[in-house]
């Protein structure tokens, strides 16, 4: 496996005299502040898998904002809650807490204090993430402890509007893409491993009907950063694509 480190400092070395025996070397050093790196796209176009690794190598934090959105629907789910009784999301958001934390190597989503990771990554529960992320009650929380989170840089974010709202400085921006068809296949066969009697055809309906929704909402729509390197991965090996992104983060990292 390959790592990459960034330098934690950088140093600048200068010298004003070249008499030998009298010159001085003016050594500058700065510490190197930690990037945001941000990764936004449609579902399924790979942003998981790559800000995982991305964050793993760098030595970075991995926040899946995502997971914060699922982890709201549940409990709306569990709660049978109608999304149309404004008074009752704007108390039920008010009184929900939500955090990621890294726990032995996994990062897990807290739902008021108890994990429920395993519990967010079904079909229902991501429609429910979407439909419930159009809110503007519900994206203003969010954005209050996304920023919380990523606050320290040394961050890769992963989501929908995160070069675009939550941290327009990030350092580096990517917005990853990928075919419909390819997105859905990925989709669909994580779906079975994980033992869901699903479709193929259901599950292509059911990103297009998610990234319709998430790319024309009112509020922080999904749309590409002006200052964002975009990727298509149809084509590309996850390794493939994590090679261009750390390439763009080591460039950036010198340049800073
Ligand atoms: O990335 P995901 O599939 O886990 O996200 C679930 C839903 O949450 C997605 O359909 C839209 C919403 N979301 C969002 O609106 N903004 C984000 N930054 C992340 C997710």
């Known amino acids: 496996m390959r790592r990459y480190f960034l330098p934690e400092f950088l140093c600048f070395v200068g010298s004003n005299s070249f008499a030998l025996g009298a010159e001085r070397e003016d050594i500058r050093c700065e510490k190197v502040e930690g990037l945001i790196v941000a990764i936004d796209g449609p579902s399924a176009a790979g942003k998981s898998t790559l800000a995982k690794r991305l964050a793993r190598d760098l030595g970075y934090t991995y926040l899946d904002t ?4 699922r ?4 409990k709306i789910l569990r709660q049978g809650l109608d999304l ?17 934390v890294e726990r032995e190597g996994n990062s897990q989503v807290l ?9 967010i990554r079904t079909p229902e529960v991501g429609q429910m993430a979407s439909k419930v992320s159009a809110f503007p009650i519900v994206r203003r929380r969010m954005l209050e ?3 919380v989170l990523g606050q320290r840089g040394s961050v890769v974010a992963e989501g929908r509007d995160i070069g675009t709202v939550i941290f327009p400085e990030a350092e ?4 990853l893409d990928a075919s419909v068809q390819e997105r859905a296949r990925r989709r669909y066969e994580e779906l079975r491993k994980s033992g869901r ?15 319709k929704r998430d790319s024309e909402r009112d509020m922080a729509p999904l749309r590409k950063a002006d200052d964002a390197l975009a990727i298509d991965s149809s084509a590309l090996a996850a390794e493939a694509v994590l090679e ?3 390439r763009a983060v080591k460039r950036k990292s010198l340049t800073n």
Request: charged share 30%; net charge negative.
């Open 66 to 69: 995502g997971a914060m959105y």
């Open 71 to 74: 982890a709201l629907a549940l």
């Open 84 to 100: 149309a009784d404004g008074a009752k999301l704007a108390a039920l958001v008010g009184a929900t807490e939500i955090d990621l």
């Open 111 to 119: 739902l008021d204090g108890v994990d429920v990771s395993a519990l």
């Open 145 to 147: 402890l996304q920023r």
């Open 172 to 175: 580096v921006k990517i917005y």
């Open 197 to 211: 009697d699903v479709t193929l055809e259901e599950t292509v309906r059911e990103l297009e009907e998610r990234d």
């Open 244 to 246: 261009r992104v750390m």
